[in-house]
């Protein structure tokens, strides 16, 4: 627990990769234990890897022959055992993205299709990697505090690993978000708040009880799991890393980690150029602090009061803000947020272009691409890479009233022909 002052002792013998915790401010290590704040500076502890042995122990090949899930990557991963929970997160489609690209006027875009994993968005890789390292610790109770995703994810980890899940969500989450979770049988706390004073409370209730809280203790691992999304990548791109990704940022949790991934690969000698993708970072604009603190020309990001339909991007206080704005600003990257209508429309051109029903982290995501590319900070030629982080039939909602009704018909000829015009949809695609 973080309230006792622990003298700063090395890492555990027999670890050898993983060299412990380290704080990402004034680099004060730890022992890879369940903490995430240094009790030296507050700034947030990382995991820290002894690059060398993971070079040895890695290669091209290696990771091709491992299993077509995240789990392929565990030689850069943070966990020591040999039992992890397996729900084949991950290895997620990267898709040639030819007909939105030519919509946008890119030559080179692909789509990251992260809808498809086991509950239907990213999350599953970070909780797959916390829960593996919530059972090494010791823990019996899983826990979250969730913007909607994290909740399914918990739960589901929690039911493989046969762990308990006792997870946190504000109140006015979406219903197939949380009748989702609800079906894995994890006691679920509906707050009277939004995201940020769920996470507050977490945080005190992380402070009484032995819970694993994916992302407040155990933190540093969950975070590890995002960097899956830049090895699955480059990987796919035949070893190459893309020149530009548009990633979605909530607490900036996994736009950090996908920075990192992508710099781990060229450490350990996986990718052979020397550059590092342009990181794009997409908010909603109801919820943009670090868009509003790039245009302001500041790292201070303040926090505001979210007002969203993209309610799994919705915290207001995020506390990886200032190193999202740090990584745009190395990367020659950029922020950009759009507006509801902006996302909405996000969600359905990527659906009638390339066939993938995103939530509305996906539009937004779209919505700043797009936005971007006419702007002319994004090059036609250039390698584009959009994470679509989750699934749109968890955010049905926000398309209701913008798709066009089915044609009711009996079922006769006459019928049909009487409510069928060529010049219809319909028509032009059969005719
Ligand atoms: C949680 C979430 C994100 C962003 O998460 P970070 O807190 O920035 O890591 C993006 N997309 C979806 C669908 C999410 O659920
Ligand atoms: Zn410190």
Redesign the pocket.
């Known amino acids: 627990m973080t309230t006792t002052i622990q003298p700063p002792i090395s890492p555990p013998a027999g670890v050898g990769r993983i060299r412990g915790l380290q704080c990402r401010e004034c680099g004060q290590m730890y022992p890879a234990e369940a903490r995430h704040v240094c009790d030296m500076c507050f700034g947030p502890l990382e995991v820290a890897y002894d690059y060398d042995v993971v070079r040895a122990s890695v290669s091209r090949e290696s990771i091709a022959a491992g299993p077509r899930t995240l789990w392929r990557y565990r030689a850069l991963l943070p966990i020591e055992g040999d039992r992890v929970v397996d729900t084949h997160a991950g290895f997620t489609p990267l898709v040639r993205a030819h007909n939105l690209g030519q919509t946008l006027g890119l030559h080179n875009l692909w789509v990251k299709n992260?809808t498809v994993n086991p509950t239907f968005?990213?999350?599953d890789r970070?909780v797959s990697i916390a829960s593996t390292r919530a059972l090494e610790l010791g823990f019996d109770v899983l826990s979250c505090a969730?913007?909607?995703?994290?909740a399914g994810s918990v739960a589901a980890h929690a039911a493989k690993a046969g762990l308990r899940a006792c997870i946190f969500i504000p109140s006015d989450l979406e219903e197939a978000k949380i009748l989702g979770a609800s079906l894995y049988e994890p006691t679920i706390f509906a707050v009277d708040g939004n995201y940020d004073d769920v996470n507050r409370l977490s945080s005190e209730i992380a402070d009484l009880y032995p819970w694993a809280f994916v992302?407040i203790n155990l933190r540093p691992y969950y975070?590890e799991g995002?960097k899956t999304l830049a090895f699955e990548v480059a990987e796919q791109l035949g070893w190459r890393r893309p020149d530009a990704v548009v990633?979605?940022?909530?607490?900036?949790?996994?736009?950090?980690?996908i920075h990192k991934g992508f710099g781990e690969l060229d450490k350990v000698g996986l990718v052979d150029d020397a550059r590092t993708p342009r990181m794009i970072g997409a908010q909603a604009e109801g919820c943009s602090p670090v868009v509003q603190a790039a245009r302001a020309g500041t790292y201070d990001v303040q926090p505001v009061r979210p007002n969203t339909i993209?309610k799994?991007?919705a915290?207001g206080n995020?506390?990886?803000g200032y190193y999202?704005l740090k990584i745009v600003e190395q990367t020659g990257g950029a922020l950009e947020a759009v507006d509801d209508d902006e996302i909405v429309d996000g969600i359905r051109l990527l659906a009638r272009t390339e066939g993938i029903f995103a939530?509305?982290?996906?539009g937004?995501?779209i919505g700043v691409l797009k936005k971007l590319v006419a702007a002319g900070k994004i090059d036609a030629d250039e390698v584009v890479v959009a994470?679509i982080?989750?699934?749109g039939f968890?955010t049905m909602d926000a398309v209701a009233g913008q798709v066009t009704l089915p044609l009711h018909v009996a079922p006769t000829l006459a019928s049909f022909q009487a409510a069928f015009h060529p010049g219809d949809r319909g028509g032009q695609r059969g005719a």
């Open positions: 992260d968005s990213f999350k970070p969730s913007t909607g995703n994290l992302n975070s995002s990633v979605p940022i909530a607490s900036g949790s996994m736009f950090t980690k993209a799994s991007l915290i995020p506390a990886d999202a939530e509305t982290a996906g937004v995501t994470y982080t989750g699934n968890k």
